[in-house]
């Protein structure tokens, strides 16, 4: 079979909210997004993605969606929206769009209808339920599941009206669309179709793992000391997923050439992993997984440890390995949900941001599948000083602080502490295009606050600097292009008891290339055979002097480049 095209490309995610303001409003428009193109082309990015655009009330920053088939005002118009589209493909790049369909916002059309009345034609497209047998609805313990929604209190919305509950898995602004009703699969497909027929390129599917549900939903485990039960195991990965993706494939992608389709996909397992994105099965291209992004954290998502690299390490070889020979992964460190890697697994302070930025960049784009890099990403953009809860935006962070501090009790000082390191809110700062007030963002007030670091950390600074974290991406975008070991190479894995450096090989068809990335302040010593015959070899890119004998400075990363025989 033919390699397709997004083996080596690399995508640019844009979160519109939070890119560029064009009209002063104080919130990301298309508008900017068009004038600020050729950012993304300069880095070498071959897709652009773009987080919801479509009309919200922002319940969840657009994740809540009123309606799949038209853009939000606040974002611009269906014209605006079509410029942008040829903006992309003028300069030899896709667009792919978010794809929100577990669940839709309260406020869309069908859930009006479905909330209506119980005899709507469109009730059984969400997930009613009665209340628990014997308890009055309405009434504490009365949801028909115990299941804890993802950002707070319970997944069960009552609706006095019809003395029944709704399912959100999310916000109750975000009631879980019912995939087991084929009428909702065929809406579903017939408004992909319309979108790809306009000429985008695809889609990112949020949460996707979590469209079929144990249809007799039962009770979750409840873990010591927590609130709620836990609903994942019923609703992740459930009986039909990939009846149903398959079913879209058939529906949607079918005879369509050169489509993306990425499966967002929380708690999926590698072996999992396989059966999605095998190409003979034909359901998506590749899935995020989020092992990665999870390894500094427990199983209550608000404890913070710190990052082992060990654990690190073994999460990543394992996802090379299961994906060696069937499927296809994709690699990130940043999105809008997840905080700035620079200050969380690298070291942000002005020593070595840059330094350290760059690792964490060539140490991930260097593995084996589809790199992903989040606006800003490529500035070394940083965590935000966020001073008190009144900073916050994100419904996550306000719906956690409020169960932690009034319902569990817990210090406001310690939720901050965790708040500052783990909020969606770092990823989703103003862009910080150059040093006038507002780093260039808006001439308006923005939504959120921009990092006061934007004086030093900009794109016109980083554009104009070729020793800048952007140059640097540039470059490993470049050696995608051009390198087909790293499209292709088997992945070794190097020492992987070192807590210190992250060291691995890919080799392909007579090239071998070694990468070490040292994640620490300190010089360390890569103690790795043959190490004069690596040193000798060709230095693809690095980020500091390199060494003759693989001592590796603070936070730098080597990529060497050798011939090897077959
Ligand atoms: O995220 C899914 C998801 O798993 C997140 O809720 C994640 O658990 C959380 O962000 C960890 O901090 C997707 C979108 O990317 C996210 O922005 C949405 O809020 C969510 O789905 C609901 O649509």
Redesign the pocket.
């Given at each position: 079979m033919d390699n397709p095209w997004w083996h080596s490309a690399v995508v640019y995610q844009i979160y519109p909210r939070s890119f560029a303001d064009a009209d002063g409003d104080g919130m990301g428009d298309l508008r900017g997004i068009i004038d600020h193109l050729d950012h993304i082309a300069g880095l070498g990015a071959d897709v652009v993605w773009l987080?919801p655009v479509y009309p919200s009330p922002q319940d969840?920053?657009g994740?809540?969606i009123s309606d799949y088939q038209d853009i939000e005002p606040v974002f611009g118009t269906l014209a605006d929206f079509d410029e942008l589209l040829a903006g992309v493909h003028e300069r030899g790049m896709r667009l792919v769009m978010d794809l929100?369909v577990?669940?839709s916002s309260d406020e869309h059309q069908w859930f009006v209808e479905s909330r209506s009345s119980k005899d709507s034609p469109k009730r059984d497209w969400y997930w009613w339920r009665p209340a628990r047998e014997g308890m009055e609805p309405g009434t504490p313990g009365a949801e028909p599941t115990n299941w804890g929604s993802?950002?707070g209190g319970s997944a069960w919305e009552y609706d006095p009206a019809s003395g029944e509950y709704f399912l959100h898995i999310?916000s109750r602004k975000?009631p879980d669309l019912n995939w087991e009703n084929p009428e909702v699969r065929d809406a579903v497909y017939a408004m992909m179709n319309w979108w790809l027929d306009r000429g985008v390129d695809g889609f990112r599917m949020?949460?996707i793992d979590h469209i079929s549900k144990d249809t007799t939903l039962p009770d979750g485990v409840v873990r010591p000391g927590a609130p709620y039960g836990e609903g994942g195991p019923h609703y992740l990965n459930g009986p039909r997923n990939h009846e149903f993706l398959q079913e879209m494939h058939r529906r949607v992608f079918a005879g369509r050439d050169a489509l993306l389709t990425v499966g967002?996909m929380?708690g999926v397992t590698v072996d999992e992993a396989v059966l999605y994105t095998d190409p003979a099965r034909k359901e998506v291209d590749m899935v995020f997984n989020?092992d990665h992004v999870w390894a500094d954290r427990g199983a209550d998502?608000w404890l913070l440890y710190p990052l082992r690299l060990t654990r690190l390490k073994a999460i990543f070889a394992r996802w090379q390995a299961g994906l060696a020979e069937t499927g296809w992964n994709s690699l990130y460190w940043n999105?809008?949900?997840?905080p700035r890697v620079v200050s969380r697994y690298g070291d942000d302070s002005p020593q070595w941001r840059e330094r350290s930025a760059k690792m964490l960049g060539a140490v991930l784009h260097l593995h084996r599948g589809t790199p992903y890099v989040y606006q800003g990403e490529e500035l070394g953009m940083t965590n935000y000083p966020f001073g008190s809860i009144a900073d916050f935006r994100d419904?996550?962070a306000l719906g956690h602080y409020a169960q932690a501090v009034d319902h569990e009790g817990r210090q406001p000082a310690d939720v901050l502490t965790v708040l500052r390191a783990?909020s969606?809110d770092n990823a989703r700062t103003p862009m910080q295009w150059d040093d006038s007030p507002q780093a260039g963002f808006t001439t308006g007030t923005p939504w959120l606050a921009v990092n006061p670091n934007y004086k030093d950390i900009n794109a016109v600074a980083a554009v104009a600097d070729q020793e800048s974290v952007y140059h640097f991406y540039r470059r490993l975008i470049a050696l995608r292009h051009e390198e087909p070991a790293v499209v292709y190479g088997d992945f070794t894995m190097l020492l992987p008891q070192d807590e210190r450096l992250y060291a691995y090989t890919r080799r392909f068809e007579g090239v071998e290339l070694l990468v070490i990335g040292n994640f620490t302040g300190e010089p360390v010593r890569a103690d790795i055979d043959e190490a004069g015959a690596w040193s000798a070899a060709e230095l693809l890119l690095t980020n500091a002097p390199a060494s003759a004998d693989l001592v590796l400075e603070p936070w730098q990363v080597v990529i060497y480049r050798r011939g090897v025989t077959r």
């Open positions: 987080s969840d920053n994740y809540d929100v577990n669940h993802v950002f999310f975000q949020d949460v967002e929380p989020f998502p999105n809008h949900d997840q419904i996550e783990r969606r």
